[in-house]
């Protein structure tokens, strides 16, 4: 690999390593698990680089790489992620005055753990990142009333999950 | 990086930080001179966020080093400014986010004489609420309020034993009037009098007052 | 004993096409149940300071190689300790409230540790519009804001309570200080505009 390459790869891994962090945050359940995956997608990116056609749309071709990343940790990590999910969490927030928020953030992560990645991702991108169902739906070549329908069942498994937590 | 090795350990402990949080976001010529600045900085008690947080700005911003270089040099000489301005009041004076809350109104407007006289109010509510009401000082300043009223204002509001929170609504209720045509000093002026009325009335029920129906006096 | 799933109106305002204002009497209090759920999503950006060198060192090694290590290992769940040295995943936000932890009491009730904040540009004009400031180390890459129809761009965090600079950035390389909000010397001939949690 030349040099040049490599540099221009850093610039370019600097540029946009922190996009999707708090996507991949939210979607694995902490920091740390985001920075595993984020690692792993940007050095499969580089090895594939040769079938990223357009080089503008590097940031969106990465984020179907990160995707899949983040969808292959979580089957890996089942049982493992909340305990991450409560330690990251908590240490941000162990000297504010807010615990009850802090802890109502961290019941409804661990929530979204237990939904399909699936629902969990349309509810990140939506509610996280804010982006509307039709950008979603660009971004994942899937149909909005599809997406709506995952939503929706999200939204449901989430208020399940938040009850029985109690 | 090379140059790290050679060091003593003590000074590389302190040093590191500095250097980790610049890797890749600034040039080495930054780097080193923030190490430099910033490990003095550090040894007369300053924080060193706003020293670094200025280097990678810069750095992001495209603006060429010797800009870069004035503008940390502007850092460090406002949070020794706030640092003096503070020491009338021991537990600001020790206490680097004091400090830097400080240095943020100084480069918002204020004069080291209305941090000096911010930092008074120490007498009247916790330090942690004097420190926002030096930032929220620096922020009435930044959206026009003069500095003299806005002294005011925020040792009114102080002294009237309000939560932190209504501090932090001030710049607010300023925007909202401004946006109505009044000037920014009338509406600092007019919030200042309705927080001595309300000094007057007396503090909130918990800030040491009994309440108004029988019952168990309020832990202090 | 109630009903599993939320009503479809309730979902509506989940979805953002309703306001709690349009619900009947019977679904207000399910609507400010599932209004609550979205309050407690978590939007604070994520750093990841020091993935660099770790991406580029882990290319240098030989990627076949890498490979293979990873098939014939399982993956270890592990707890990342992290030495004093190295700045949290978590960065700038945790730096930040844990600094105001440090300086006395915690903040009192009405004034919330972490406040969640909605930027909004007006920029008809643009191609892409991002944030950058205190809390995001200035990138301009890492919040970028997405555009609404009649060209508003806006962009939700939930950042910790203290004193930030920030600046829109316009198509990458126009940096515009925010015009509803307070300004300061940025100390390089440019304005910052201010945001106080």
Known sequence: MLAGDSDRYAALVERYRDRYARYAARMLGSADAAEDAVQDAFVRAYDQLAQCKEPEKFVGWFFLILRNRCFAERRRNRTSAPLEAAESVAAADRTDGGAESAERRRALQLALLELTPDQREVFVLKHVEGLSYGEIAERLSTSVPSLKMRMHRAYDKLREQLREQR | ?220 | MSEREFHSFVKQLLDGDITIADLPAELRSEGEEALRLLAAVDRRPVQLDGLTARVMAQIAEHPKRKFWRRVLQPREFRVRVRPWLMVPALAAAAALVLWIGRSGPPSSPASPALVTVRFVLSAPDAHEVSVAGTFNQWNADATPLVRTDAGVWTATLTLPAGEHQYAFVVDGVRWVPDPAAPAVDDGFGRRNSVLTL
Do not use: C, W, Y
């Open chain 2, 1 to 220: 990086m090379l140059l790290a090795f050679a060091l003593p350990l003590a000074l590389l402990l302190q040093q590191a930080p500095i250097a980790d949080r610049l890797r890749g976001r600034v040039s080495p010529e930054i780097a080193a001179l923030a190490t430099e600045l910033g490990t003095a900085a550090a040894a007369r008690g300053l924080p060193l966020d706003p020293l670094i947080q200025k280097a990678i700005e810069g750095n992001a911003k495209g603006v060429p080093a010797d800009r870069v270089a004035a503008a940390m040099r502007l850092v460090v000489s406002q949070l020794d400014a706030s640092h003096t301005a503070l020491r009338g009041s021991p537990a600001l004076a020790a206490d680097t986010v004091a400090v830097a809350a400080g240095a943020f109104a100084l480069n918002a407007g204020l004069k080291d004489g209305d941090v000096a006289a911010l930092s008074r109010s120490v007498a009247d509510a916790p330090a942690s609420d004097v420190i926002v009401g030096l930032r929220v000082a620096g922020t009435l300043v930044a959206l026009g309020v003069p500095p003299a009223e806005t002294v005011n204002l925020v040792q009114a509001t102080l002294k009237a034993g309000r939560p932190a929170g209504e501090l932090l609504g001030l710049p607010g209720q300023i925007q909202a009037q401004v946006a109505k045509g009044t000037p920014p000093a009338q509406a600092a002026a007019g919030l200042a009098r309705a927080a001595a009325a309300q000094s007057r009335r007396g503090p909130p029920p918990g800030r040491g007052q009994p309440p108004a129906r029988p019952g168990p006096p309020p832990h202090p």
